[in-house]
């Protein structure tokens, strides 16, 4: 039997992530390089670690032919020069609280299908995020960035829960609000945002980007001011992280009631990231997808979008900080029912969204020097 949605997932600089499904018990054996790794079904994640950086290397599995998802061959991310000083995850779109997804929301048409945990199992949000929670801790970063859409409605009970659950990674998580948890009260989750996280070679600056009672997002005058002295007076560098990601700054016509930050706000962030040159990347999450923007105009600094974690492919993300750059790293949750849930939400929003979640293999890992 051919694997089922057999994906070369994650490329760091020294491993590389595939996984596929097959019927229970099935063996598959998977080659990278000259190595031989035999992996039994249902689910399969074949991780290739002490790779060669920046090299390239021969991939294919027993049973599939090579194809966008599945490459012949592939190359590892080059290693930022120095040492390495700090390591960061990231998760977004959790959604403690949810009951069936699949749904658009208004003003848009739901076109379906819709996925919901059966009755008697855990809650799909609790699977997904208790997982992504234990490879985090299984990580050991020196911090964690929850960037929004922490809950479904903003409930206290949903928010208690993501609570309860993040909070098993101690001082160093650190979150942000997105626009389902201002839905009910207009304060909940926002942790005094902007703030910032110190750590060795790198400083986080977490901004607040929500409009209460919207899904659009903003960047007031004053989180850019404070932005702007940050960067001024920065010795490290500095990764900035919302809920709302940047507006296309090339966009032929202009929506001020876009999804995401809204133009104006958006081109005064991205002039605040052309000035300052401590600046080395912004990530957000909000559309559920993968993707990165980049402008020669501002420096070719990254804008980047992390998939959710609530379905498929139960993204989240590592950033390895050395002393000359850092990696993007890109993670789905491996855990056997967390990672049955994104595989079944696959055929959301009519069989579209894998496609749309995913984004090329180069929007979810890469390489940027300081």
Request: charged residues 25%; hydrophobic residues 35%.
């Amino acid at each position: 039997m051919t694997p089922d949605n057999p994906e070369l997932f994650t490329v760091g600089a020294d491993e590389a992530v595939v996984t596929f499904s097959t019927s229970p018990g099935e063996t598959v054996t998977t080659r990278v390089g000259g190595r031989e790794f035999t992996t039994t079904g249902p689910h399969h994640i074949v991780r290739a670690t002490d790779l060669e950086p920046d090299t390239e290397h021969s991939l294919a599995v027993d049973g599939v032919s090579p194809s966008e998802r599945l490459p012949s061959n592939f190359r590892t991310l080059a290693e930022p020069s120095g040492r390495l000083l700090a390591t960061v995850a990231t998760a977004n779109d959790v959604h403690f609280g949810e009951a069936e997804c699949g749904h658009l929301g208004p003003p848009h048409d739901d076109i379906g299908p819709f996925f919901s945990t059966a009755p008697g199992e855990p809650p799909y949000p609790e699977i997904m995020n208790r997982a992504v929670v234990a490879e985090m801790r299984a990580l050991d970063p020196d911090a964690v960035v929850v960037k929004g859409d922490l809950t479904n409605v903003g409930s206290e009970q949903e928010y208690a829960a993501f609570l309860a659950t993040y909070g098993a990674l101690g001082e160093r998580m650190h979150h942000v609000r997105g626009n389902h948890d201002a839905m009910q009260d207009p304060t909940m989750a926002i942790e005094d945002a902007p703030y910032t996280v110190d750590l060795r070679g790198v400083t986080l600056a977490v901004l607040d980007t929500v409009i209460p009672g919207t899904d659009g997002g903003q960047l007031p005058r004053d989180q850019v001011q404070w932005l702007d002295d940050l960067a001024a007076d920065a010795t490290d560098p500095v990764l900035v992280f919302g809920h709302h990601y940047v507006w296309d700054l090339r966009a032929e016509t202009r929506n001020p009631h876009t999804f995401g930050i809204n133009p104006d706000d958006s081109e005064a962030l991205a002039d605040v990231v052309r000035r300052r040159e401590a600046i080395a990347g912004y990530f957000a999450g909000h559309t559920h997808r993968n993707r990165i923007r980049r402008y020669p105009e501002v420096r070719s600094v990254p804008f980047v979008e992390v998939a959710c974690t609530k379905d498929y492919p139960g993204a989240w993300a590592e950033y390895r900080i050395h002393e000359g750059g850092y990696t993007q790293v890109v993670r789905r949750v491996t855990e056997p029912a967390a990672f049955a849930w994104a595989e079944t939400t696959r055929g959301m929003f009519g069989g579209v969204y894998t496609d749309y979640a995913l984004g090329d293999l180069q929007e979810r890992c890469f390489t940027q020097a300081f």
